[in-house]
T-cell receptor, first 111, second 112 residues
Framework: GQNIDQPTEMTATEGAIVQINCTYQ??????LFWYQQHAGEAPTFLSY????GLEEKGRFSSFLSRSKGYSYLLLKELQMKDSASYLC????????????FGRGTQLTVWP | DAGITQSPRYKITETGRQVTLMCHQT?????MFWYRQDLGHGLRLIYY???????DKGEVPDGYVVSRSKTENFPLTLESATRSQTSVYFC???????????FGPGTRLTVT
């Protein structure tokens, strides 16, 4: 199967750093994605990792360890607008990019 | 407008009725996808398409039908709606040269 696990909820304060973890078990692997989804809106792309290591994009970074089936999304200098659901998704080898999503982590940023 | 659009944005229908959700993208992306999103399940793939006239089943295809006569359109039909199909439906597209899927704004469907 494609078990993809991430915490259901997290809270943090403005200006802080938060790490959202994602673990996966899959029979094939061709990349891991992180999407952000605000309530009532469509998911929007944040990051893509296909090789081990850290990818940094401004305040957001994403890390992947393929051998451990593990990824995390790191959000720095949190802002109120970062309150959203963060979705971890795995491409298990499809050239079309079929994605299998975790249930999402609802992040609440407090002032 | 450029991008990916879905219609209707909200729909209420009765059990047993046929309903079609529309998806249109202006990028000429080959790949298109339909997902449903439910509390406790996350996004699940219903159907996907590699090109016009090429479609395949995803994780949860039962009760749904798709067609793709033109690259830009990918309608999803619920042949006989059931209450369990109450959900938010997202369409997405992807350029084969890239990695990212672009999602439409979603259709909130309620089956009474």
């Amino acid at each position: 199967g494609q078990n993809i696990d991430q915490p259901t909820e997290m809270t943090a304060t403005e200006g802080a750093i938060v790490q959202i973890n994602c673990t996966y078990q899959t029979s094939g692997f061709n990349g891991l994605f992180w999407y952000q989804q605000h309530a009532g809106e469509a998911p929007t792309f944040l990051s893509y990792n296909v090789l081990d290591g850290l990818e940094e994009k401004g305040r957001f970074s994403s890390f992947l360890s393929r051998s451990k089936g593990y990824s995390y999304l790191l959000l720095k200098e949190l802002q109120m607008k970062d309150s959203a659901s963060y979705l971890c998704a795995v491409n298990r080898g499809s050239t079309l990019g079929r994605l299998y999503f975790g249930r999402g982590t609802q992040l609440t940023v407090w002032p | 407008d450029a991008g990916i659009t879905q219609s209707p944005r909200y729909k209420i229908t009765e059990t047993g009725r046929q309903v079609t959700l529309m998806c249109h993208q202006t990028w000429s992306h080959s790949y298109m996808f339909w997902y449903r999103q439910d509390l406790g399940h996350g996004l699940r793939l219903i159907y996907y398409s590699a090109a016009a006239d090429i479609t395949d089943k995803g994780e949860v295809p039962d009760g749904y039908v798709v067609s793709r006569s033109k690259t830009e359109n990918f309608p999803l039909t619920l042949e006989s709606a059931t209450r369990s199909q109450t959900s938010v439906y997202f369409c997405a597209s992807r350029d084969p040269r890239g990695d990212e899927q672009y999602f439409g704004p979603g259709t909130r469907l309620t089956v009474t």
